[in-house]
């Protein structure tokens, strides 16, 4: 079964600092990772997505993630954070159905919180 | 990229009564989910709705709950039936449209606090 477990429940950090949200996730076979990130009181928005090539991939805000397909992992990072990345951040796995659709498999969370 | 209203965007609900949340599309779509997200908690899938068939149910979620409706490729509705406190979620509405492989679209949540 697929799985996404991430590491921290809360990182808390101080403004202009950088920052890394941990991910590993398990699946017997290929997947499609996700980070998205939820401002209060808000929906649901994509940082970034790793579907394939290069195993670093950018994303929106200066956010960036490293697929490693040895460790299982896909972990998140900026290096200078501001007060406005203040949001909870979900790491997600994709399974692709034969139906070609695809469903997203969420990890826990993990709230940043950026202090001045 | 595909824009996602729901409604109603919060509500307060009396125990055992039952609540309609509408997910609006700005295109049309083949798959539509609906999420579950839980005071504090991560998004849990409720079902898959597909436009002309019977929604899919994940493990613990059932259609008496949660019925679905799915009449055209741009609307979908979910019904929280018999409401408890324990139902006092952010229900989310998501699409995948199809241009990219993965990524989904979500709308802003409908908020349902049950008393």
């Known amino acids: 079964a697929q799985s996404v477990t991430q590491l921290d429940s809360q990182v808390p950090v101080f403004e202009e600092a950088p920052v890394e949200l941990r991910c590993n996730y398990s699946s017997s076979v290929s997947v499609y990772l996700f980070w998205y990130v939820q401002y209060p009181n808000q929906g649901l928005q994509l940082l970034l997505k790793?579907?394939?090539?290069?195993?670093l991939v950018k994303g929106i805000n200066g956010f960036e993630a490293e697929f490693n397909k040895s460790q299982t992992s896909f972990h998140l990072r900026k290096p200078s954070v501001h007060i406005s990345d203040t949001a909870e951040y979900f790491c997600?796995?994709?399974?692709?159905?034969?139906?070609?659709?695809?469903?997203?498999?969420f990890g826990a969370g993990t709230r940043l919180a950026v202090h001045p | 990229s595909a824009v996602i209203s729901q409604k109603p965007s919060r509500d307060i609900c009396q125990r055992g009564t039952s609540l309609t949340i509408q997910c609006q599309v700005d295109s049309q779509v083949t798959m539509m989910f609906w999420y579950r997200q839980q005071p504090g908690q991560s998004l849990t899938l409720i079902a898959t709705a597909n436009q002309g068939s019977e929604a899919t149910y994940e493990s613990g979620f059932v259609i008496d709950k949660f019925p679905i409706s799915r009449p055209n490729l741009t609307f979908s509705t979910l019904t929280v039936s018999n409401m408890s406190p324990e139902d006092s979620s952010i229900y989310l509405c998501s699409v995948d449209d199809g241009e990219v492989a993965g990524e989904l679209f979500f709308g802003e949540g409908s908020r349902l606090t049950v008393l």
């Open positions: 997600a796995v994709s399974l692709r159905f034969s139906g070609g659709y695809n469903k997203l498999i």
């Open positions: 790793y579907l394939s090539g290069s195993t």
